[in-house]
T-cell receptor, first 113, second 113 residues
Framework: DAGVTQSPTHLIKTRGQHVTLRCSPISGHKSVSWYQQVLGQGPQFIFQYYEKEERGRGNFPDRFSARQFPNYSSELNVNALLLGDSALYLC????????????FGPGTRLLVL | QQQVKQSPQSLIVQKGGIPIINCAYENTAFDYFPWYQQFPGKGPALLIAIRPDVSEKKEGRFTISFNKSAKQFSLHIMDSQPGDSATYFCAARGETSGSRLTFGEGTQLTVNP
């Protein structure tokens, strides 16, 4: 069975550019969450989407945005990239929003130069 | 604001030893406490989780001990193996926060042969 998939696996951008990261949840899962993991730290919550609606947002600037598509896949967009945006971006899916196991993808490693 | 504090940052044990990783939380609204294991280049994978209505939970070689009054919980790994070498994260979630997980900063465990 396919787990959570993310693309691309690695990405290099320069300051000021824009980036789009993609996530496909486990088949049947309707909730997708995004996390940022800076090297040496635990993941930090960015967004949660359920049934194509935003259900939660972490303490991140408006440069970060996301959306969920009818097939429950999701995109995370980051505008005006800063050096500090360099991190592993993780996507997690679960069947619903309430307390259930979240399954994480392998992440997208973003390097901003 | 750091809401889940994890210690130690790193831990080295011999094969067969019992590493113990500790976490403390502040938010009394948290009511679900999972532990995740992360290998280099991979996303976090759920190991074991506990609710505050029980003081201990075992799954295979992994045990969570929970002290609600002290707002602390810990992970014990019995008969540790070199394959257990990874980074371990504790996390917490409140019922009203949807799928949002608040992670600790992680513990890098090395199990020597």
């Amino acid at each position: 069975d396919a787990g959570v998939t993310q693309s691309p696996t690695h990405l290099i951008k320069t300051r000021g550019q824009h980036v789009t990261l993609r996530c496909s949840p486990i088949s049947g899962h309707k909730s997708v969450s995004w996390y940022q993991q800076v090297l040496g730290q635990g993941p930090q919550f960015i967004f949660q989407y359920y049934e194509k609606e935003e259900r939660g947002r972490g303490n991140f600037p408006d440069r970060f945005s996301a959306r969920q598509f009818p097939n429950y896949s999701s995109e995370l967009n980051v505008n005006a990239l800063l050096l500090g945006d360099s991190a592993l971006y993780l996507c997690a899916s679960s069947f619903r929003t309430v307390i259930e196991t979240q399954y994480f993808g392998p992440g997208t490693r973003l390097l901003v130069l | 604001q750091q809401q889940v504090k994890q210690s130690p940052q790193s831990l080295i044990v011999q094969k067969g030893g019992i590493p113990i990783i500790n976490c403390a939380y502040e938010n009394t609204a948290f009511d679900y406490f999972p532990w995740y294991q992360q290998f280099p280049g991979k996303g976090p994978a759920l190991l074991i989780a506990i609710r505050p209505d029980v003081s201990e939970k075992k799954e295979g070689r992994f045990t969570i001990s929970f002290n609600k009054s002290a707002k602390q919980f810990s992970l014990h790994i019995m008969d540790s193996q070199p394959g257990d070498s990874a980074t371990y994260f504790c996390a917490a979630r409140g019922e009203t926060s949807g799928s949002r997980l608040t992670f600790g900063e992680g513990t890098q465990l090395t199990v020597n042969p």
